[in-house]
């Protein structure tokens, strides 16, 4: 079950690939700054996923204006990610949760998602400046997106 509104977030330390370049990408670099939004996703390469991660993308310009920095999580590796993200012009930062312990921490790890094994839900978190959070949505299924407008709804009113 996706942590409550009113907790404090689990921070993380994932891996983020573009090109040549591996940066390590942490919850606590928004600390004080701006807002998160942190997209849970099951697989790349997969349609739902691609469509998810296509329309953000497309509309990431929505995020920076209600001062929000946005990323994909997903148990991919970060050079599957960054294979994805080239190909389907994937914009948003995309972080390896290899290990799966973020999305355990989130409380969004499935054990077995159709027998590919341990993977996370679709789930979305939007966490204030503080590092509180401030919306939490796990999907009823993996097919399902989460709720874009209640997401934007929340950034607003911080």
């Known amino acids: ?12 330390n994932l891996k983020s690939k573009k090109g040549d370049n591996i940066t ?28 998810e991660m296509c329309d953000v993308s497309q509309g990431l310009s929505g995020y920076t204006g209600l001062n929000a920095a946005i990323y994909g999580i997903s148990v991919d590796s970060p050079f599957t990610q960054d294979a994805w993200a080239e190909k389907e012009k ?13 999305a355990e921490a989130y409380g969004v790890l499935l054990p077995d998602l159709a027998g ?9 978190f939007v966490i204030d ?10 999907t009823p299924t993996p097919k399902d997106l989460p709720n874009f407008q209640a997401i934007k ?3 607003q009113s911080l």
């Open 153 to 155: 709804e929340v950034l």
């Open 90 to 102: 994937i914009t948003v930062p995309l972080l390896s949760d290899l290990n799966k312990k973020t």
């Open 116 to 124: 590919f094994g341990a993977t996370s839900a679709r789930a979305a």
């Open 24 to 51: 390590d990408i942490k919850l606590s670099d928004n600390s004080g700054k701006q807002n998160t939004v942190l997209l849970f996703f099951p697989l790349a390469f997969t349609g739902v996923c691609t469509q």
């Open 129 to 138: 400046k503080e590092g509180i959070v401030k919306y939490s949505e796990q």
């Open 1 to 12: 079950m996706a942590i409550a509104v009113g907790t404090k977030a689990p921070e993380f």
